[in-house]
């Protein structure tokens, strides 16, 4: 059976120069994630990662963070992300919850407050070199740091059963809850919205989403999957010109509905959109904003 990481790696033989995303107007593709994510893979099982090792995320959207939590699910380990705007309590707690071994984030503070996690052994901090502190264990130099033999390593066998992923709640009772899922479920999971939509690969799909949960996680991943574009924006709109003015850069097709579309975009305004033939490229585009997934 293909596990959910091999739909996407499938899109990069095919489409190599193809954008699969889009963050905040900068573009990356496809042949380039696949690049990143083997790499990380392969630094991951340099650091002793092994399969069914817990991979801690805390990390504002980046196409670092897509191509990691990709090369965590390569070497068959299981991303356990937290919220970017979690404190950094709840931060511990999920780590001494999920026994996670690695931590992968955008921030670099004193490693001393990690401490009383004892299963954590390593942290990686996402950023280009010149922006982060000289001692900082960035990604990038650990990456320049991988020989010919440790990216020419086979990555290990892999069970489908076994976890992916543990999808955290948004955590009222303080605490969030844990959900774990594996290679079938995100599959199933996938395939039931794209086949719903009728996506293909000439869709370009807009989002506002993290990957701290299981919605976030889909919303970006899909387009990977089925061969898209995923056009992610790391900071709300402040109003409906903001959220048009990106499906009209972008060229989108599809909007991940949410609170925040739900608040900006009227129908007027879709209807609106519709009419634009510079931007709409087939006539039922404005309701597949409003038909993102089952009910």
């Given amino acids: 059976m293909p596990l959910f990481h091999h739909f ?12 699969a995303l889009v963050i905040d107007g900068v573009h990356t593709r496809y042949d380039t994630l696949e690049k990143r994510a083997t790499s990380i893979a392969a630094l991951l099982i340099k650091c002793g990662v092994k399969r069914g090792d817990r991979v801690a995320l805390y990390s504002r959207i980046s196409a670092d963070l897509i191509a990691a939590f990709l090369g965590v699910l390569k070497i068959g380990a299981i991303t356990a992300a937290t919220h970017p705007t979690y404190s950094r309590s709840k931060l511990l707690y999920q ?4 026994d996670a071994r690695v931590l992968l984030t ?11 996690v004892a299963k954590l052994e390593t942290i990686l901090v996402f950023g280009a070199p010149q922006d982060l502190p000289a001692d900082a264990p960035g990604l990038g130099k650990a990456l320049e740091a991988l020989t010919p033999d440790d990216l020419e390593k086979p990555l290990p066998a892999i069970d489908e059963r076994l976890p992916t992923s543990i999808f955290y709640t948004s955590g009222s009772t303080f605490n969030p809850k ?4 594996n290679h079938p479920i995100m599959i199933a999971a996938a395939t039931s919205v794209i086949d719903y939509l009728g996506n293909t690969a000439s869709d370009v799909i807009l989002s506002y989403s993290t990957l701290a949960s299981d ?19 790391s900071q709300p709109a402040n109003c409906a010109d903001d959220v048009l003015e990106v499906i009209r850069r972008e060229q989108v097709t599809g909007l991940h509905e949410s609170g925040l579309a739900r608040r900006q975009l009227s129908m007027d305004e879709l209807l609106r959109l519709k009419r634009d033939r510079s931007y709409v490229a087939r006539p039922d585009s404005p309701r597949r904003y409003l038909r993102t997934r089952p009910a």
């Avoid at 996407?8 to 954008?19: C, D, M, Q, V, Y």
């Avoid at 844990?178 to 899922?181: D, L």
């Avoid at 996680?217 to 995923?230: D, E, S």
Wanted: charged share 20%.
């Fill in 178 to 181: 844990g959900v774990v899922v």
């Fill in 8 to 19: 996407f790696e499938n899109n990069a033989r095919l489409t190599p120069g193809k954008s």
């Fill in 95 to 98: 780590l001494e919850h999920t």
């Fill in 215 to 233: 919605y976030g996680v889909y919303n970006i991943m899909m387009p990977l999957f089925f061969g898209g574009t995923a056009v992610i924006e």
């Fill in 106 to 116: 955008d921030r670099y503070e004193d490693p001393g407050v990690l401490d009383s």
